[in-house]
T-cell receptor, first 112, second 112 residues
């Protein structure tokens, strides 16, 4: 069975600093990979997705993620964090059957 | 383009009562999903529809949960009778088959 691991439950960064959120997946073939963001009381918003091709994926709000097959990772990055980026971030993967498997989430806090 | 709509946004009930949630997916999206998100966790798939047929309901507690998608558009998720452990956010998502899922704002259920 596929699984997604987000090793960091909480991360705190200063506003303007760079950010990297880690995600590791477990799946035999190359899965489809996603990052979602969830603000308090809101649903999940899709930040970016990887299906195939270029391993560096650009998303909305200045986020990008890099697929590394050798490390089974799909880490999310942003060069300069804004206070409005404080939220919970979920990495997810799915197989050909479309069932999404989510990681446990990483809560991002931004210090002024 | 309108997003996924859900109602109600909040619901408080007592245990053993019944409750229903409604979801209207993005127009043209054949696949519809219901997820349960318990506080502090990632979403867990309850049921997946392709048009008006069930694709996967392996994680749906069928003794108390039911869902339907009549006419392949709107969907309703019902809990009867509710238990304390059903307190969670219920998220609806939709997708073009094989592509990224887009989520609604969710319904926060509190069972007292």
């Amino acid at each position: 069975a596929q699984s997604v691991t987000q090793p960091d439950i909480h991360i705190t960064v200063s506003e303007g600093a760079s950010l990297e959120l880690r995600c590791n997946y477990s799946y035999g073939a190359t899965p489809y990979l996603f990052w979602y963001v969830q603000s308090p009381g809101q649903g999940l918003q899709l930040l970016l997705k990887y299906f195939s091709g270029d391993t560096l994926v650009q998303g909305i709000k200045g986020f990008e993620a890099e697929f590394k097959r050798s490390q089974s990772s799909f880490n999310l990055r942003k060069p300069s964090v804004h206070w409005s980026d404080a939220a919970e971030y979920f990495c997810a993967s799915n197989n050909a059957g479309n069932m999404l498997t989510f990681g446990g989430g990483t809560r991002l806090m931004v210090k002024p | 383009e309108a997003g996924v709509a859900q109602s109600p946004r909040y619901k408080i009930i007592e245990k053993r009562q019944s409750v229903a949630f409604w979801c209207n997916p993005i127009s043209g999206h054949a696949t519809l999903y219901w997820y349960q998100q318990i506080l502090g966790q990632g979403p867990k798939l309850l049921i997946q529809f392709q048009n008006n047929g069930v694709v996967d309901d392996s994680q749906l507690p069928k003794d108390r949960f039911s869902a339907e998608r009549l006419k392949g558009v709107d969907s309703t998720l019902k809990i009867q009778p509710a238990k304390l452990e059903d307190s969670a956010v219920y998220l609806c998502a939709s997708s073009v088959t094989g592509k990224a899922q887009y989520f609604g704002p969710g319904t926060r259920l509190t069972v007292l």
